[in-house]
């Protein structure tokens, strides 16, 4: 809901909880990054991105999202590995 409406940093607010709830659940933590990430709370989507990563590292979409929220940080050689990393991941292989 308030994904469709774009009110990030709500739907930041709520997910929050249901983190402090699940810690150990992929799915509200990966909606609350990306809740940062468009609500421009990039340090705190980060946090959520690295968590995920730390605790599966072959989580794609969070690879992505951690390189994407490090390139609006203009921290693009941080960025650049976890891209590569979800590249693979998903099977993007550049192709010689």
Do not use: C, W
């Not at 921290?75 to 650049?80: L, Q, V």
């Amino acid at each position: 809901m308030f994904f469709d409406a774009k009110d990030y940093a709500a739907a930041a607010r709520v997910l929050g909880g249901l983190v402090e709830e699940v810690p150990e659940q992929t799915g509200p933590r990966l909606l609350l990054a990306r809740s940062y990430y468009h609500s421009a709370q990039l340090r705190r989507a980060e946090a959520e991105l690295r968590t995920i990563v730390e605790r599966d590292p072959v989580e794609h979409y969070a690879r992505l999202m951690l390189g994407r929220t490090l390139q609006r940080q203009n921290r693009h050689e941080e960025a650049e590995q976890h891209l590569r990393i979800a590249s693979a991941l998903a099977g993007d292989f550049e192709q010689r």
